[in-house]
């Protein structure tokens, strides 16, 4: 089965600081997605990556996806405290398939 | 855009009890599924269908656990016989096939079993 690791797994970072998270899978990345989570509650889409090289911005969020490394990124710009969260990244597992196998995510936490 | 809303969003309840949940996708979606996710852990997949038909269901959904989609529209899942291991998180999520746009989530639905 596909695995996915995230890291780092926690992440404390001063207001305005940048900071980045990785993403990287054991196996062919077919699209990567990440999204953000608040405590106890449901996953808010940030971006979806289909392309090698691909990168999407957001806001001050910019994620991009390397294929031959397996691997994604997502950069936060001048993180606020609004940023703090659960940030997870799940992979599409299979050409054609939707079913997403997730990362175990990274709590960020920004202090102000 | 409603976005996709899951009932109820807690829910307690004595082992070997049945529970239902339901989750209603938004409007023009054709595919919804449902995840699990426990304490500490990423969603885990258990099933998707698109329209009506369940296309895939993950090794994690035994027996106990049953997913409908009748109309195409809004879906169950039902847990029977419940049992400690099943206290989770069971999040739905929807899409539109071939819109090149990502699966969105409800709110989830917190299952505590006692």
């Known amino acids: 089965s596909q695995e996915l690791e995230q890291s780092p797994q926690s992440l404390i970072v001063q207001e305005g600081k940048n900071l980045t998270i990785n993403c990287t899978s054991s196996?062919?990345?077919?699209?990567l997605y990440w999204y953000k989570q608040k405590y106890g509650e449901g996953l808010i889409f940030l971006m979806m990556l289909q392309k090698g090289g691909e990168e999407k911005s957001h806001e001050k969020i910019t994620a991009k996806l390397d294929e031959k490394k397996q691997q994604s990124s997502l950069h936060i710009t001048a993180s606020q405290p609004s940023h703090a969260g659960i940030y997870l990244c799940g992979a599409l597992t299979q050409g054609g398939s939707e079913k997403l196998v997730f990362g175990k995510g990274t709590k960020l936490t920004v202090n102000p | 855009d409603t976005g996709v809303s899951q009932n109820p969003r807690h829910k307690i309840t004595k082992r070997g009890q049945n529970v239902t949940f339901r989750c209603d996708p938004i409007?023009?979606?054709?595919?919804l599924y449902w995840y699990r996710q426990t304490l500490g852990q990423g969603p885990e997949f258990l099933t998707y269908?698109?329209?009506?038909?369940?296309?895939?269901k993950s090794r994690l959904l035994s027996d106990r656990f049953s997913a409908e989609r009748p109309k195409g529209s809004f879906s169950t899942l039902e847990i029977q016989r419940t049992e400690q291991g099943d206290s989770a998180m069971y999040l739905c999520?929807?899409?539109?096939?071939?819109?090149?746009?990502?699966?969105?989530f409800g709110p989830g639905t917190r299952l505590t079993v006692t």
């Open positions: 409007s023009e979606h054709n595919r």
């Open positions: 999520a929807s899409s539109l096939a071939g819109s090149g746009v990502g699966q969105y």
């Open positions: 196996k062919t990345l077919y699209g």
């Open positions: 269908f698109q329209n009506e038909a369940q296309l895939e």
